[in-house]
């Protein structure tokens, strides 16, 4: 994620929920709780499928920013991880695995759009490219599915691999957006 803010169409929380089920579901991982983001996005997504280009540069040569997500002049979707992000992600850092979700987040609901830059003051959450980005980490990464009543943020960061921070607006927001959690069946 770079400071720069992007004005997107818009969507709604249902429909960026909806897209991160759906990716889910059509790499098949659905059925567990843990999303292997580096997995999906170097091995599946870069390598078998040949759909993005995954690129770990110097963090040096990013110049503070976290991850970048483009389409670039030859048509070729572009995610660029800083060397730091991308060996965290992989070794199940919280916030990195939070961040490579994140520029995931830019190719799938992003890379097909025209953006438009913008000051994020001037922008309504559901058009800001960067609140629909962090809202889809959190999907794919912590789904309602695999979330209970009476789970505490504890409980998301070992569950998801994820970060206090992630789990305590994961929480907080599921309960300010009125979503039901099952309860957490027997063990």
Not at 2 to 18: E, K
Not at 63 to 83: H, K, W, Y
Not at 118 to 126: H, M, Q, V
Not at 129 to 148: K, R
């Amino acid at each position: 994620m770079s400071g720069v803010v992007y004005r997107v169409p818009p969507m709604s929380i249902a429909s960026v929920r909806a897209t991160a089920v759906e990716l889910r579901s059509v790499l098949s991982l659905h059925d567990g709780p843990l999303f292997p983001v580096m997995t999906v996005l170097e091995k599946v997504l870069d390598n078998r499928l040949n759909v993005i280009r995954l690129e770990v540069w110097p963090d040096s040569d990013l110049e503070g920013a976290e991850g970048l997500s483009f389409t670039d002049d030859e048509g070729v979707d572009r995610i660029i991880l800083p060397q730091s992000v991308y060996h965290g992600a992989w070794n199940d850092d919280g916030r990195d695995r939070f961040t490579a979700s994140h520029e995931l987040g830019h190719w799938a609901l992003h890379s097909k759009c025209i953006l438009a830059r913008s000051s994020a003051a001037a922008l309504k959450p559901y058009e800001n490219s960067e609140w629909q980005a962090n809202l889809f980490a959190a999907e794919i990464l912590m789904p309602v599915s695999f979330i209970y009543s009476g789970d505490t943020v504890m409980d998301l960061v070992s569950r998801f691999r994820v970060s206090q921070k992630a789990a305590e607006l994961r929480l907080r927001n599921l309960a300010k957006w009125g979503i039901s959690l099952k309860r957490k069946p027997p063990r």
